[in-house]
């Protein structure tokens, strides 16, 4: 609890930044009141804005640094590693101490406190200088957080407490968890809130501009939330609210020809067109501050590494993956690289400390876990010019981390107006579906299936995070079918596991049930007031 408090207080006296590691935090852990005065803080527009600052990188960090991509990438079939801190969900095998299920699970609670402190208590420390529109905003962005935090926390715990102001739990940190359906309805009222409160953006070439999420960026979220709780016609209004505002756009689509699905994933193009929500990563020479995908994912070996630290290749793509490309796809080049790529625009350290460009080497000298392969998506090379952010001593990066594009969104709309149904013809499913497809190089479509859309979602979106939730929506049946199917070895063992039903949801930590004995308790419905 105190390393949240401290947390706390040094958000309130300066910006939000989340010092994080503590595998003893507690979701109920409150912001402490005592002692402490925003007013003269919060005296200008300049630094109302600053506030959610830490809740685009600082407060996701230990979600997005390794659990994230242990859990919907490894979990659901996309990813192999053999490393021990990050491959039980390889096995199904995850339990309640393992160190990184604890990482996330604190994260999700962090970005809770945190938009809660803003929700509650901000409104009332400004001064008079500060405009209503900027308050509206930043709160509005702390609505939208919360939101996203509880929408990961129901998809891969279930019920979980709904906390909407942690100082309520002072006295009484023992409480139950809340029932699925209660946690959808606070997420649709979350986003919802951010609707009303968020500015409106057109995203343009300023991609700085572009960092921060937008009412449209809430709209496309929500969107995805009643896709998942198959309200297909509200989905797809939404999703059509989005589509017409014209406020994204597709890389390498009619409105940006001259981009392609590879770009996206250069530092340079950080926050383009397409971003709907990205986490912001910042390098500082503090822990936490930048993205590790860069050596995580890359090659590691004796002659090629592609990042400054000694080390990478924790995770690489599976075997079942690597076959799931049809001939021309070009997503399948800018997501994995095998044996013989060429990446001009990634450099790299050769033999003797010689920088030089990407070609990527011999299957048995990757790396990458013996696959075969690395991945290709989010690895931007050594430092070069203006082509990378800054890295820090642990070889992290300041590329983003896309958590929605609008790509993603096109197959919403899709899928939404599939209804549920077997096909559709509908000219606007089409249209969007095609343009994600026709973007990948691959021909059109004239009718589609939700087989059509799910294998769709699986290549563009491989390595963002979302697979294992695609799969979790599935009947239970044809995800355990899939799932048992799937090569979860390297190259040279092939490797079978078949999920049980229990295991779509993952165990709640240790320690917090240890401390709350309610989360093992059946859920209670949650008192909208």
């Keep these: 609890m105190k390393k949240i408090i401290n947390t706390y207080k040094l958000f309130l006296l300066t910006t939000l930044f989340f010092t994080l590691g503590s595998c003893q935090d507690e979701f109920t852990n409150r912001p402490p009141e005592d002692g402490i005065s925003l007013d003269a803080y919060y005296s200008s527009n300049e630094q109302v804005a600053s506030a959610t600052?830490?809740?685009y990188s600082r407060t996701w960090f230990q979600f997005e640094n390794k659990f994230m991509w242990a859990v919907s990438e490894v979990g659901s079939g996309n990813m192999y590693t053999g490393s021990s801190d990050v491959n039980a969900m390889r096995t199904f095998a995850i339990n309640g101490s393992d160190t990184e299920l604890v990482n996330g699970w604190s994260a999700m609670w962090a970005n809770v406190a945190q938009a809660n402190a803003i929700i509650n208590f901000l409104s009332s420390r400004v001064g008079p200088q500060v405009d209503e529109d900027v308050l509206?905003?930043?709160?509005?962005q702390a609505y939208f957080m919360r939101a996203t935090a509880y929408f990961y926390l129901v998809r891969l715990w279930g019920p979980v407490p709904i906390i909407e102001n942690n100082l309520n739990y002072t006295s009484s940190p023992v409480i139950n968890t809340n029932r699925v359906e209660d946690i959808y309805t606070l997420i649709e009222r979350d986003y919802l809130?951010?609707?009303d409160r968020l500015y409106e953006k057109n995203r343009g070439t300023n991609y700085a501009d572009n960092a921060r999420i937008s009412k449209g960026s809430a709209k496309a979220m929500l969107a995805k939330v009643y896709l998942y709780e198959k309200k297909y016609a509200e989905a797809k209004q939404m999703a059509e609210e989005v589509i017409s505002s014209g406020e994204f756009k597709l890389y390498g689509g009619p409105s940006l020809p001259s981009k392609t699905y590879a770009d996206i994933f250069t530092y340079g193009n950080n926050n383009n067109e397409e971003s709907i929500f990205a986490f912001q990563w910042k390098t500082d020479g503090n822990y936490g501050s930048g993205n590790n995908c860069n050596t995580q994912f890359g090659i590691s070996t004796p002659q090629v590494t592609t990042s400054n630290a000694s080390y990478g290749g924790v995770f690489a793509p599976s075997q079942d993956l690597m076959a799931a490309y049809e001939p021309g796809d070009l997503r399948r080049k800018a997501t994995i690289m095998l044996p013989g790529d060429a990446y001009p625009e990634v450099k790299v350290?050769?033999?003797?400390?010689?920088?030089?460009?990407l070609t990527v080497p011999a299957a048995d000298q990757i790396g990458g876990q013996n696959a075969g392969s690395a991945i290709k998506k989010y690895c931007i090379g050594i430092?070069?010019?203006s082509n990378t952010g800054q890295v820090d001593q642990w070889g992290m990066m300041e590329n983003v981390t896309y958590?929605?594009?609008y790509a993603e969104l096109l197959l919403i709309h899709a899928e939404a107006t599939l209804a549920g149904g077997t096909s559709t013809s509908d000219s606007g499913a089409l249209a969007s579906f095609n343009a994600v497809r026709n973007r990948a190089g691959l021909s059109s479509l004239s009718s589609i299936t939700f087989n059509d859309i799910f294998?769709?979602?699986r290549l563009e979106l491989a390595f963002e995070g979302d697979y294992w939730f695609d799969l979790g929506r599935l009947p239970r049946a044809q995800a355990i079918s899939i799932m048992a199917a799937q090569n979860r070895g390297n190259r040279f063992t092939a490797e079978y596991y078949t999920p049980e039903e229990g295991d779509f949801l993952l165990p709640y930590p240790d320690n917090d049930v240890a401390k709350n004995p309610k989360l093992l308790e059946p859920p209670v419905p949650y008192d909208f007031n």
């Design 53 to 55: 600052n830490g809740m």
């Design 455 to 457: 294998r769709e979602r």
């Design 349 to 357: 350290l050769l033999s003797g400390g010689v920088a030089g460009t």
């Design 136 to 140: 509206q905003n930043t709160i509005g």
């Design 383 to 385: 430092v070069n010019g």
């Design 193 to 195: 809130e951010a609707i």
């Design 403 to 405: 958590i929605m594009r």
